[in-house]
C-alpha cells in the first residue's frame, strides 16, 4: 500500500498545473527565477495587488532591466516612476538596496545575508531566498498565514510559523512558497474561500470543521481619525508650481503640489504660497493612510511670472502627468483641473 502523499506533494501537484503565469516567475519546476525580479516583485507587491503591479512591474523593467541600471538611476527618476504604488519609502529602499548589491559585487542569497539590505525584512529574505535560490525557507505573507491558519485551525497566529515550517519542504521551497501564495490568492481566500477546488480539501481541520472562514481570527479594526490639510494649486503662463516634500514621513521625497499642515481641524490658507487671491474650491479631496484619513480643501490662484518667487519648480501643466504625483495629489490636480479659473 502506497503512503499517502504529504501536504506539500499534494500541493506542489496543484501549483505545477495551475500556477499563475507572472513576469516574474519561472515556471513550475524550472528554478531558474532572475534573482532581480523576484526581489522587485516582492517589494511591488507590499499591500499592493498583482493586477496593480503587473504592468508597472513591466514598465520598470523595460527601464531598469537590472540592479546595476536601478543603482545608476537617480531616486528623483525612481519615485516619479513609482508614483502611484504607495508606500512610498519602498522606492527609495529599492535604490539603497540596488546601490547596496552593486557595491557588494552581488546579490547574495542566503537568507540571513539578505536581512542585510535596506528594505529587506524577515518576509522579503524568506521569499527571494526560496524563490530565486532554491533555498529552504518560509515565506509567510498575508495569504501564506491564512492557508496555513485553516489548515490547521489555529486561533493563535502565533503559531502559524511554526506550522508553515513543519510542511514546507527541503526540495522546491520556491515552488512550495508560490504554491502556498497562488493557493491563498486564488482559492483559499479571505471570504468565500473555493474550498471544493482546494487540493488540501481532505488535509483541512477548518474545511472539517465547516468553518474555514473562521480562521485567522480577525483582530478588531481600530477607527482611524481623521486629519485636514490645503492642497495649493498656483498657476502662471500654463505652469504650474510644484515642491518636493521633506524626504522623512509620508510620501517623503516625492514630488507634489503644496499643502499646509495636517491637522485636526481644517487649517484654512495657512502654509499657502505667497500670493493674494486664494480662491477655494467647492471640491475636496479625501485620501486614507494607514493609519489615519485625510481631507483636504483645495485652494487656486493665478498669478503673473513676475509676481513672486516661490520655492520649488514651475512646472508645465500639460505635461503634468510625467511629474509622477502620489495618488493623493494627482487626483487633486485632476479636480483643479476641472475647474481652471481666468
Excluded at 129 to 155: E, H, K, P, S, Y
Excluded at 208 to 214: N, Q, T
Excluded at 244 to 271: E, I, V, Y
Aim: glycine content about 8%; proline content about 7%; overall charge positive.
Amino acid at each position: 500500500m502506497s503512503a499517502k502523499p504529504s501536504i506539500s506533494d499534494q500541493l506542489l501537484a496543484w501549483y505545477d498545473a495551475n500556477a499563475r503565469v507572472l513576469p516574474w516567475r519561472a515556471p513550475p519546476g524550472s528554478n531558474a527565477a532572475d534573482p532581480y525580479r523576484v526581489w522587485l516583485s516582492e517589494v511591488m507587491l507590499q499591500q499592493t495587488t498583482v493586477a496593480a503591479v503587473t504592468p508597472r512591474f513591466e514598465a520598470w523593467v523595460a527601464r531598469w532591466p537590472d540592479f546595476a541600471s536601478l543603482a545608476a538611476a537617480s531616486e528623483e527618476e525612481v519615485m516619479g516612476a513609482w508614483a502611484g504604488l504607495g508606500y512610498y519609502a519602498r522606492a527609495r529602499n529599492l535604490v539603497a538596496c540596488a546601490r547596496a548589491v552593486a557595491a557588494r559585487g552581488g546579490f547574495p542569497t542566503t537568507e540571513a545575508e539578505l536581512r542585510q539590505l535596506p528594505g529587506i525584512g524577515d518576509y522579503t529574505a524568506a521569499a527571494v531566498a526560496a524563490i530565486a535560490f532554491g533555498q529552504r525557507a518560509v515565506a509567510i505573507d498575508a495569504n501564506v498565514a491564512r492557508v496555513v491558519a485553516r489548515l490547521f485551525a489555529l486561533a493563535d497566529k502565533a503559531e502559524v510559523p511554526a506550522h508553515a515550517d513543519r510542511i514546507t519542504p527541503d526540495l522546491r521551497a520556491g515552488d512550495f512558497a508560490q504554491a502556498m501564495m497562488d493557493l491563498g490568492a486564488t482559492v483559499c481566500t479571505p471570504r468565500g474561500p473555493r474550498c471544493l477546488l482546494c487540493p488540501l480539501r481532505t488535509e483541512c481541520r477548518g474545511f472539517a470543521g465547516g468553518m474555514p472562514e473562521a480562521f485567522p481570527a480577525r483582530a478588531a479594526k481600530k477607527a482611524r481619525p481623521t486629519r485636514h490639510g490645503t492642497i495649493f494649486w498656483l498657476e502662471r503662463d500654463g505652469r504650474i508650481l510644484l515642491v518636493r516634500r521633506p524626504p522623512k514621513g509620508l510620501l517623503g521625497g516625492m514630488r507634489a503640489l503644496p499643502t499646509g499642515a495636517w491637522a485636526d481641524a481644517p487649517p484654512g490658507l495657512a502654509g499657502a504660497p505667497a500670493a493674494a487671491g486664494w480662491r477655494l474650491l467647492e471640491d475636496e479631496v479625501t485620501h486614507v493612510f494607514t493609519h489615519f484619513r485625510l481631507e483636504c480643501r483645495l485652494a487656486a490662484a493665478s498669478i503673473a511670472a513676475q509676481e513672486v518667487h516661490a520655492e520649488g519648480e514651475w512646472w508645465l501643466i500639460a505635461d503634468l502627468g510625467a511629474a509622477g504625483l502620489p495618488t493623493l495629489f494627482a487626483r487633486a490636480a485632476q479636480l483643479f483641473g476641472r475647474e481652471r479659473w481666468g
